[in-house]
């Protein structure tokens, strides 16, 4: 019997040949390459990219917890800045309040210019050569002008006018008096003097100086065929003026401060 290997080599041609591509062991890495690559891109796609993407959600998440702590931190330091500047605001307030005239004061200003006068006065002799203080008036209040009477009322000291500035009108109290005064040149100067610092906020307006009289006598003798005065003459000196005592608000005038975090915008958690 003979052996014919025709057969086996047909099979063997037909085995190694795919949709009439030949299945040499190039071919076969090439395929198994490709299948590989396949696979892992398969595999990257379901379980890597979600991974990475997820890897990319938290760091935008860190990267946003990070910049709402710094605006959580700027925050925080404009709201000390504000509350720091309050309590400069409100030193500032107390220090010029402590400069007005009190409520106490002004029922005893009759008093206290009256006891500037006697220092005045002082090693003086005579009626005749003393200062006086003549008039001494509280200004009339404008017809229709309503009174305080009970709480809640409209206060009639509150400045109403732009007198003393634009930004004045409702946030001063004031005191009007009308004011005069007679003495020479030098009482005169003294008076004013001293009137300037016995009360930091204590204005003067509309100040007048004229003659107390229009001829004043002056008491002279004969010397050697010269007519001489006795004594220096002394001119007296009319003085009137508008005195005004400003006064701060009372308690329940004030107006509430704003918070200093009233405007602060709350942050979202």
Same mark, same amino acid.
């Given at each position: 019997?003979? =052996?014919?290997?025709?057969?086996?080599?047909?099979?063997?041609?037909?085995?190694?040949?795919? !949709?009439?591509?030949?299945?040499?062991?190039?071919?076969?890495?090439? +395929?198994?390459?490709?299948?590989? %690559?396949?696979?892992?891109? =398969?595999?990257? =796609?379901?379980?890597?990219?979600?991974?990475?993407?997820?890897?990319?959600?938290?760091?935008?998440?860190?990267?946003? +917890?990070?910049?709402?702590? %710094?605006?959580?931190?700027?925050?925080?330091?404009?709201? #000390?800045?504000?509350?720091?500047?309050?309590?400069?605001?409100?030193?500032?307030?107390? $220090?010029?309040? +402590?400069?007005?005239?009190?409520?106490?004061?002004?029922?005893?200003? %009759? %008093?206290?210019?009256?006891? &500037?006068?006697?220092?005045? *006065?002082?090693?003086?002799?005579? $009626?005749?050569?003393?200062?006086?203080?003549?008039?001494? @008036?509280?200004?009339?209040?404008?017809?229709?002008?309503?009174? #305080?009477?009970?709480?809640?009322?409209? /206060?009639?000291?509150?400045?109403?006018?732009?007198?003393?500035?634009?930004?004045?009108?409702?946030?001063?109290?004031?005191?009007? =008096?009308?004011?005069?005064?007679?003495?020479? !040149?030098?009482?005169?100067?003294?008076?004013?003097?001293?009137?300037?610092?016995?009360?930091?906020?204590?204005?003067?307006? *509309?100040?007048?100086?004229?003659? +107390?009289?229009?001829?004043?006598?002056?008491?002279? /003798? !004969?010397?050697?065929?010269?007519?001489?005065?006795?004594?220096?003459?002394?001119?007296?000196?009319?003085?009137?003026? $508008?005195?005004?005592?400003? &006064?701060?608000?009372?308690? @329940?005038?004030?107006?509430?401060?704003?918070?200093?975090? #009233?405007?602060?915008?709350?942050?979202?958690?």
């Amino acid at each position: 019997m003979t =052996y014919s290997p025709v057969g086996e080599q047909v099979e063997e041609s037909s085995a190694q040949e795919l !949709f009439g591509i030949k299945l040499t062991p190039q071919v076969q890495a090439i +395929a198994i390459a490709v299948l590989g %690559l396949g696979v892992a891109g =398969y595999i990257g =796609y379901q379980f890597v990219m979600p991974e990475i993407q997820k890897t990319a959600e938290i760091k935008q998440k860190i990267s946003d +917890a990070k910049t709402t702590q %710094l605006s959580l931190q700027a925050q925080i330091q404009k709201k #000390a800045e504000a509350e720091s500047k309050q309590e400069q605001a409100k030193q500032r307030r107390a $220090d010029v309040t +402590a400069m007005f005239a009190s409520d106490a004061g002004s029922t005893t200003l %009759l %008093l206290d210019m009256n006891q &500037l006068v006697n220092k005045i *006065n002082v090693g003086v002799q005579g $009626d005749q050569g003393k200062a006086k203080l003549t008039k001494f @008036e509280p200004e009339a209040l404008p017809a229709g002008t309503p009174v #305080a009477v009970g709480p809640g009322a409209v /206060d009639p000291d509150i400045l109403r006018d732009t007198s003393f500035g634009p930004s004045l009108p409702g946030k001063l109290r004031r005191k009007k =008096y009308k004011v005069e005064f007679e003495g020479n !040149f030098a009482q005169t100067r003294s008076f004013m003097r001293n009137l300037e610092l016995m009360q930091s906020l204590l204005v003067v307006r *509309n100040l007048k100086s004229e003659l +107390a009289e229009a001829t004043q006598t002056i008491e002279v /003798d !004969f010397l050697k065929g010269k007519i001489v005065p006795v004594q220096p003459p002394q001119t007296k000196i009319k003085t009137a003026f $508008d005195l005004h005592a400003l &006064l701060p608000l009372k308690q @329940e005038e004030k107006l509430p401060s704003p918070s200093p975090s #009233a405007g602060a915008t709350p942050v979202a958690k």
